[in-house]
């Protein structure tokens, strides 16, 4: 069966420090990845996603970045962070395939707190 | 571009209570809809999806929804809510083609005694 790793589960930041949140896919090959953002009340922002190794899109631009190094592992980055960088990173895969197929599985999720 | 309306921010229902979540889809064709639900601090679990055939899908934990083309809508209803199913539920939409689901702003159901 497939499972879908986050790590770190909680991540306390200062202002302006780098960030690296790691995400990894086990069990399917090829998945698409996503990264999507919850600040308080404000829903899911997708914030990037792939569809294969080294392809990455971004719908929303800001500090940060993502990549994707290996087929099952999708990286999200940044060089400075800001206070509004706060919130709940969720990562998911779905099967790389149209339609039906897109349903997506969600990580348990990364909350960062920028101080 | 599809959209998703979740109407509803918050709403409260008493625990044995029926409960019905609304969701409205903007989308030419027919879309294929999710509902997800997550409880606080945890990832997202899909309840439920309609893809064709039967409009009235069955889901995970009690819960059905019910696909309405002529008003656009997937709303998600369960007979009887228990404490456990407090939580945040979103609606989502995607179309064909390798594109990302498109996701409402959720309710918050909270249950009281």
């Known amino acids: 069966s497939q499972t879908i790793h986050q790590w770190p589960a909680t991540l306390v930041q200062p202002v302006g420090s780098p960030l690296s949140l790691e995400c990894t896919v086990e069990g399917t090959s090829n998945p698409n990845l996503y990264w999507y953002r919850q600040a308080a009340g404000r829903g899911l922002q997708l914030l990037f996603y792939?569809?294969?190794?080294?392809?990455i899109s971004s719908e929303v631009p800001q500090n940060l970045s993502a990549s994707r190094p290996q087929d099952r592992q999708f990286i999200l980055s940044s060089k400075k962070l800001l206070l509004s960088d706060s919130g709940f990173y969720l990562c998911a895969w779905s099967a790389l395939a149209g339609g039906p197929y897109n349903e997506q599985f969600f990580g348990p999720g990364t909350r960062l707190t920028v101080l | 571009a599809q959209s998703v309306t979740q109407p509803d921010i918050h709403i409260t229902v008493s625990e044995g209570a029926s409960l019905e979540l609304r969701c409205n889809y903007s989308?030419?064709?027919?879309?294929?809809l999710f509902w997800y639900v997550q409880s606080p601090g945890q990832g997202l679990q899909l309840l439920l999806k309609y893809f064709s055939g039967d409009t009235l899908v069955q889901g995970i934990k009690g819960f059905e929804a019910e696909f309405k083309r002529s008003q656009s809508s997937f709303n998600l209803r369960k007979p009887s809510v228990h404490w456990s199913d407090a939580a945040e539920y979103f609606c989502a939409v995607v179309t064909s083609g390798n594109t990302p689901l498109v996701f409402g702003k959720g309710t918050r159901l909270s249950v009281i005694a």
């Open positions: 792939s569809v294969g190794i080294g392809q």
């Open positions: 989308y030419g064709a027919t879309p294929y």
